[in-house]
Nanobody, 123 residues
Framework: QVHMVESGGGSVQAGGSLRLACAAS????????LGWFRQAPGQGREGVAG???????KYADSVKGRFPISQDKDKNTRHLQMNNLKPKSTAMYYC?????????????????WGPGTQVTVSS
């Protein structure tokens, strides 16, 4: 059974940093994408960054250069380092996994999701 869980959210002031972690287990895909998404109140789910089984990484333009994604050597935990946070970054952040390569514009293609971790950035 696939199990996803996020951690590391919290409240910071604008310009601060947070490091999110996603622990993923139970999947058996040979080709997969682990993606980070966020959803602000009243908004749709937005792709932030993704890393696939070939270690190709994609970023949304809004976070490129600020939110590097990485993974532990055992590939069980992926991290999203969020730097220079802005108030508009406030959202619930989710990690999710799909069988296939990363398409951050298609959250519906991701079959398994964690419960999310809240990030709040104050001005």
């Amino acid at each position: 059974q696939v199990h996803m869980v996020e951690s590391g959210g919290g409240s910071v002031q604008a310009g601060g940093s947070l490091r999110l972690a996603c622990a993923a287990s139970g999947y058996t895909y040979n080709t997969y994408c682990l993606g980070w998404f966020r959803q602000a109140p009243g908004q749709g789910r937005e792709g932030v960054a993704g890393i696939d089984s070939d270690v190709w990484i994609k970023y949304a333009d809004s976070v490129k250069g600020r939110f590097p994604i990485s993974q532990d050597k055992d590939k069980n935990t992926r991290h999203l380092q969020m730097n220079n946070l802005k108030p508009k970054s406030t959202a619930m952040y989710y990690c999710a996994i799909r069988n296939g390569y990363c398409d951050l514009a298609a959250p519906g293609e991701f079959g398994y999701w964690g419960p999310g971790t809240q990030v709040t950035v104050s001005s």
